[in-house]
């Protein structure tokens, strides 16, 4: 049974559904050293942001199939030193999104009306409202920098509260952010126009500081800043600086650069003007319920052969675009391993023909999957959906991708052709009635056959009795053949001859195939199970 690690607190029902196929081991609050030296007994890593899965931890988890973040930023994951793994890395991007989302409301009033303070000081035992005269949201206006899922639920909220919306975003059309009502403008715009700027993107390089001394400059004198995204996209020490000086009114942070925040941290000591939470955002009932199943169920079906629907790792892919894909990977796959048996294995070129249906751009998902095939005899295990574009490239293998929707012998069929050291050979295949996978050509051969574990091809001269000496020769080593067809163009040119075994083909055969005359070549094929 394979091992799940559960290293910070997830909820339970996540716990249950990765029991179903799992042991599943809860240990949060492990030291670095110790998770770096439990993690090689384990097949999975569920996690939230309180662990860091570095390079090394990835390194010494020799098992490791797949990393699950039961919530959205992976900033605590190495995720390149997983991609060079092999290890998939999964998220759930919309579980939390209205937390996150409430969440930084929330922090926004309670800037305005002194709300946390207010109940300090109630509960101290004063009565002092003249401290905590607010300031109202309606009419004004809020700068959303980055306006993804959280940003766009944030603006929703905030034009049912009255107020004028401004969005900085990069990344996101002028006519997506009209839809949602918010103006799209730059960043210095944003800064010195809001009366709220609330972050919602992710921590990169490109967004580390962004909001520095220099911007906080631009702000208004009444503006009030909130992070619910990511510490260190906030210079905290510009920060602490800014309020401290009245250069803003107000911040409230959800996230630190350094987390926990560090006890003797000089925010600690700020009053009103900043409001601390100690990483909740996703914090819910409902939240932590859907990040577990979505994780969870993720895991469970990688653990189990099938693959993710959010990966993070390898291209995003809608569930319904996924459903309809998932025969054609292991079609793609299959043909990509029998392809490079048939060239010799040490692949230099490998040309990928998507036909019919499949030449859409959704189906580069089927691109990976022949790739993952083709190099699957030589790296077994090793290759998987996330690392099979990188390890072709690094072995030098030149890929050729084409798409032909003019094809229309089948609703989407594949060519797969290789060049090794056994030369060039193709295959063709496509899927019959319940998703059944059919060989339909081997080297422009026609034939109809399925894939089976144990094959033997031969490119034969078309004459009378080739057939019954393979048949004999076969049987004399005690070979059973489950099938045979043979495919031809013309009639006594040349051929193709399938046969589909029971037992793998013995030793030294194949030179006495080849020995036959009128036989040209013969290659064994062995399938995964
Ligand atoms: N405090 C908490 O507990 C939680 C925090 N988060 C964080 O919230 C952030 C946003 O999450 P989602 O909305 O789900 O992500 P998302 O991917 O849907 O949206 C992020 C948006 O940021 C934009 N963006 C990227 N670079 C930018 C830049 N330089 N300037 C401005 N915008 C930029 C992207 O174009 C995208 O529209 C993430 O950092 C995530 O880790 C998410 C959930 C809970
Ligand atoms: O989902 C995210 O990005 C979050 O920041 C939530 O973090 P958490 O799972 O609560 O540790």
Redesign the pocket.
Known sequence: MPKVLVSDSIDQVGIDILSQVAQVDVKTNLPPEELTKIIPEYDALMIR?GTRVTAEVIEAGTQLKIIGRA?????NVDVPAATRRGILVVNS??G??V??AE?AVAMMLSLSRYVPDANQSVKAGKWDRKSFTGVEVYKKTLGI????????HVSSIGRAMGMRLLA?????STERAEQMGCQLVE?DFLLRESDYIT??????P??YH?INAEALDKMKPTARIVN???GG?IDEAALFDALKQGKIAGAAL??YEQEPLQEDSALRSLGKELILTP?????TEE?QVNVAIDVAEQIRDVLLGLPARSAVNIPGLRPDVMEKLRPYLQLAETLGNLVSQLAGGRIEEFNIRLQGDLATNESQPIVIAALKGLLSHALQERVNYVNASIEAKERGIHVVETRDATVKDYTGSLLLTATGPLGTHSVTGALLGDNEIRITSIDEFPINVPPNRYMLFTLHRDMPGIIGKIGSLLGSFNVNIASMQVGRKIIRGDAVMVLSLDDPLPEGILNEITKEPGIRDAYTITLPE
Request: a negative charge.
């Open positions: 942001s919530g959205v930023g992976v900033d991007p919309e939390n999104t937390a996150a969440h920098v980055g306006l993804g899922k959280i940003g766009s900085f975003d990069p990344y996101l960043l972050l919602h993107m992710p921590k990169t490109e967004t962004l619910c995204a990511r996209i959800d996230v990483h909740l955002g996703a914090s939240a």
